[in-house]
């Protein structure tokens, strides 16, 4: 049978990423402080747009604003063509929102200051010569990195939310894994750990033996190299006691957390960009934005571009640019503030026992919960939650501090690992020196009080609590 060609159609259904979209999701990541310095840059930019002086500003509450095309609804006229004296008719205060801007940024935020791991790994994807497609899913896997550097989100996922599949899902992971710092978008510490002996020319004494046995361990004994027995792990893996110190050396040199030291920027001074106040049963969600300006676009320029006979076709053309950007950037910012307030929303719904009753009760929570609840992608939930705090009756939290995995207990229920972590530092507090709790014991413990644990879980609780083992916990009289 010979082979043919024929075109054929077939109506399928994508994505497709408009620039009001890209720039909707370019804002939601950004800090209050990143928040300001964007919005004076594109007032630099774009003279359409100003600032409402001494009006009331309120937050809005209701639906986020539906996303739409390249142009607000109803641009076009019967000739097919952009129709700005309807955009225009109305008073421009209608598409004003919230600038997070004072006039003119202080002395300390013109100073210079180091890259923060979105924007370095962001310039490495500029430089880079991947495929768009490729380039495209990359750019969803960093705005899903979080600041020790792990990928919170499935690869596979963030690939069919820009309509590609795993192909370039894993093509796109490997790009970004390939970055600098060794390790980022690693999902795991394993992984995280093996980026880095794949990429790193690591010091082995001349003997590239010691890092392909250090390879070995973290894949097959990554539990035991903690606190290693090295006569057991030379043993099982057929080599010296020697060789097992040198391996885990390495190890020891590589960077469990390679985003923070993107994070180490010196104190700065939090401002929550949402408060939480109880009223009556209920807890009620707002903006801490009462007391910035608004933005609004110049009506004078807006006037101009509809002018055809007193603007002359290039200022008219550039004029009307401006007023679609314009527009654009300020649904963009109330897109943003209405995102934030749904998924705070939704984080105090669950986390409501803790909001009463303190860390014991904070329940586990993880981004596809919110995502569901608030029938947002994971990854949105995910880009909200990164660098905005919300003042709550427990005191400034990070968002991110009400997602936490969980331990089911003999009753069926889950249980935080924080909360967990919260009880171990509490017996640990309480423990005799003389005989301080094993981690076995502190298991044992925990199981009695309904929480199933590992011995080895305890462990790296412990360790992360920056707890010392039992032997340098001990006092003796």
């Known amino acids: 049978m010979a082979l043919q ?46 600032e409402i002086q001494d009006e009331e500003k309120e937050v809005v509450d209701g639906e986020m604003p539906e ?12 000739r097919g063509e952009i129709d700005w004296e309807n955009i225009i008719q109305d008073n421009f205060e209608d598409f004003s929102s919230p600038a997070l801007a004072d006039d003119f940024p202080s002395h300390e935020q013109t100073l210079t200051r180091p890259d923060t791991l979105y924007e370095h790994l ?11 497609p490729i380039a495209r899913v990359a750019e969803q896997i960093i705005w899903n990195v979080n600041e020790e550097g792990y990928l919170e989100a499935d690869v596979d996922e963030l690939a069919a939310y820009v309509g590609l599949g795993p192909r370039e899902a894993n093509r796109a992971l490997a790009l970004v894994q390939g970055f600098n710092p060794s390790g980022v978008a690693a999902r795991t510490l394993q992984e995280c750990l093996l980026i880095q002996l ?46 097992i110190v040198q391996a885990i050396g390495i190890i020891r040199s590589l960077d469990p957390r390679p985003g923070l030291r993107f994070s180490d920027q010196g104190a700065e001074i939090v401002v929550p960009d949402v408060s939480v106040t109880k009223r009556g ?61 749904r998924v705070c929303r939704s ?3 669950f986390q409501k026992d803790f909001l009463d009753h303190g860390v014991s ?53 889950s249980t935080s690992s924080l909360a967990v972590k919260e009880i171990i530092k509490k017996m640990v507090t309480e ?40 032997s340098k916990r001990r006092k003796m009289r």
């Open 361 to 413: 009760h904070l329940k586990p929570l993880i981004l596809k919960d919110v995502a569901q609840d608030i029938e947002m992608h994971e990854s949105t939930v995910s880009r909200v939650t990164t660098g905005k705090y919300m003042d709550t009756p427990q005191g400034v939290l990070s968002l991110k501090y009400f997602f936490h995995s969980g331990l089911e207990s003999s009753a069926g229920e």
């Open 5 to 50: 060609h024929k075109m054929t159609m077939r109506p399928e259904q994508r994505l497709v990423m408009t620039t009001m979209l890209r720039q909707a999701i370019g804002l939601l990541p950004l800090s209050r402080t990143e928040m300001q310095q964007a919005v004076q840059q594109e007032m630099l930019n774009n003279p359409l747009l100003e």
């Open 122 to 132: 962001e310039r490495q994807l500029s430089l880079s010569v991947a495929p768009e």
């Open 198 to 243: 794949k990429n790193s020319e690591l010091p082995a004494n001349g003997n590239s033996c010691f890092v392909d046995l250090a390879r070995i361990l973290v894949l097959e004994n990554i539990e035991d190299i903690g606190e290693p027995q090295y006569g057991k792990l030379a043993k099982v893996n057929g080599v010296t006691a020697e060789d």
């Open 67 to 78: 996303m739409r095309g390249d142009v607000p609804e109803n641009q076009n006229n019967e």
């Open 347 to 349: 984080i105090v719904r």
């Open 281 to 341: 049963d209920e807890y009620e969600v707002t903006l801490t934005d009462d007391s910035l300006p608004l933005l609004r676009v110049n009506s004078q320029y807006a006037a101009m571009a509809v002018d055809k006979s007193g603007t002359s076709p290039d200022t008219r053309k550039y004029l009307e640019e401006k007023l679609r950007a314009a527009v654009w950037f300020v649904k963009s910012i109330e897109q943003r503030r209405q995102t934030i307030l």
């Open 431 to 470: 423990e005799n020196p003389e005989k301080p709790l094993t981690d076995q014991k502190i298991a044992e413990k925990l199981k009695q009080n309904n929480v199933a644990i590992a011995r080895r879980t305890v462990t790296k609780y412990r360790k992360e609590l920056r707890i010392s083992p039992t």
